[in-house]
């Protein structure tokens, strides 16, 4: 079992920086890669970025390539999402997942979810 816990959202400006921190639970959490999705009020889950369990390998959305920087430390059971120059698309509930299945995109092949934070960017 993994249990996530995300933290770091808030209100922030067009532009602006956020770090956004996923801790887990579980002394199992570094042999799964971990991802962040989001979803806006109306709109499907989206990928946002993907990182190897080790932490070497790393993917993510077009939409946030260049802005977005995934990341992890498997001492400390984190992962993390730094993004900047946010954009009010960027608005949204970000979740993170853990997946068994290595790097994907696909939401099902994520067994672990955290509740979400929300990120709000203003224009």
């Known amino acids: 079992q993994v249990q996530l816990v995300e933290s770091g959202g808030g209100l922030v400006q067009a532009g602006d920086s956020l770090r956004l921190s996923c801790v887990a639970s579980?002394?199992?959490?570094?042999?799964?890669?971990t991802g962040w999705f989001r979803q806006a009020p109306g709109k499907e889950r989206e990928f946002v970025a993907a990182?190897?369990?080790?932490?070497?390998?790393?993917n993510y959305a077009d939409s946030v390539e260049g802005r977005f920087t995934i990341s992890r430390d498997n001492a400390k059971n984190t992962v993390y999402l730094q993004m900047s120059s946010l954009k009010p698309e960027d608005t949204a509930v970000y979740c993170c997942a853990a997946s068994i299945y290595g790097l994907t995109m696909t939401p099902t092949r994520y067994r672990y979810w955290g509740q979400g934070t929300q990120v709000t960017v203003s224009s």
């Open positions: 990182v190897s369990s080790s932490g070497g390998l790393a």
């Open positions: 579980g002394r199992t959490f570094s042999s799964y890669a």
